[in-house]
């Protein structure tokens, strides 16, 4: 098989995603929570489809991370390792930055604190230190499910599991399913699914299936939502196509290799802070209502 180089394309579609995000809620979001106006003459509400294209990345690299791992627990312990200490560090930072110059609403308690160590504080009856912490509930959910993939040895029959997959999802979409999406968190699982599959292909180990299996995902994500998110979804795979034939390499530029290097913290401190220095800096008048 041949020898993979470093996939920067990666990083820098990480790079977008994080900086659409950011703009998402530094405008549309900001202004829709905060009525200042500030943000009236320019409110980009496509951004928040950012979070769509982090979860096919992360289908795409979890998958890739799975076939190199020796064992479950090294897996897990890689993933964890990854997540929580960084995590950990900016939700403190959140915290009490927040609640030494934020406003009320976006406050939080010493229980909200403790709680949120776990990354699922919603689960447990308690509310988030930053609002984007929602996203890392489905990512979680997906990293269980391939760890039981991985125990019950059907790693390269990823793809019958797959089918199963979008079996639920319609399912649970049509039928309302008790307790499945909670477990699942099947809403997403179109984008994780297709990440897996851009991966198969990536690598040259893909088959027709794959991507019979990508356009399924998508004609899914089509049948669960508008009109709108499906077009921006196409658009996402299209993009993907592009990469994983090697047809993306001019994205792979330094300023958006290195946003996506530091995309996960970027993405965890952002919102409630940016929204507090938002907040602030209009106080101050350093940003003008209605510029």
Not at 11 to 16: C, E, H, K, S, T
Not at 207 to 228: M, P, R, Y
Not at 256 to 262: D, M, Q, R, V
Not at 276 to 283: S, Y
Request: glycine share 6%; hydrophobic share 55%.
């Amino acid at each position: 098989m041949i020898e993979k180089r470093r996939i920067t394309e990666l990083d820098a579609l990480r790079g977008i995603a994080a900086f659409a995000v950011l703009l998402y809620h530094f405008t549309f979001k900001f202004n829709d929570i905060f009525q200042t106006g500030y943000t009236s003459k320019f409110e980009f509400s496509y951004g928040h489809y950012g979070v769509q294209l982090f979860f096919i990345i992360s289908g795409f690299v979890i998958f890739m991370t799975l076939e190199k791992v020796q064992n479950a627990f090294e897996f897990v312990y890689k993933r964890f390792s990854r997540l929580y200490p960084t995590f950990w560090i900016c939700m403190a930072l959140t915290f009490f930055t927040v609640n030494a110059i934020g406003p009320e609403y976006l406050k939080r308690g010493f229980g909200d604190f403790v709680f949120n160590i776990t990354m699922m504080p919603d689960y447990l009856g308690f509310r988030s230190i930053d609002g984007a912490y929602w996203s890392l509930v489905p990512e979680l959910f997906f990293y269980l499910l391939m760890v039981f993939v991985f125990l019950s040895k059907k790693v390269k029959r990823i793809e019958i599991i797959g089918f199963f997959w979008l079996g639920l999802i319609l399912i649970n979409y049509f039928y309302k399913l008790k307790g499945i999406n909670l477990i699942l968190n099947l809403y997403y699982g179109c984008y994780f699914l297709a990440g897996i599959n851009f991966y198969k292909i990536w690598k040259e180990d893909s088959k027709l299936i794959n991507h019979i299996q990508i356009l399924l995902s998508l004609l899914v994500i089509g049948i669960i939502n508008d009109a709108e998110t499906f077009i921006v979804s196409t658009l996402f795979f299209i993009i993907f196509y592009l990469f994983v034939f090697e047809k993306l390499r001019f994205i792979a530029v330094k300023p958006l290799i290195y946003l996506g290097e530091i995309s996960y913290a970027l993405y965890l401190i952002h919102q409630f802070i940016g929204y507090t220095l938002q907040l602030n800096l209009i106080k101050v008048g350093v940003l003008l209502i209605g510029f």
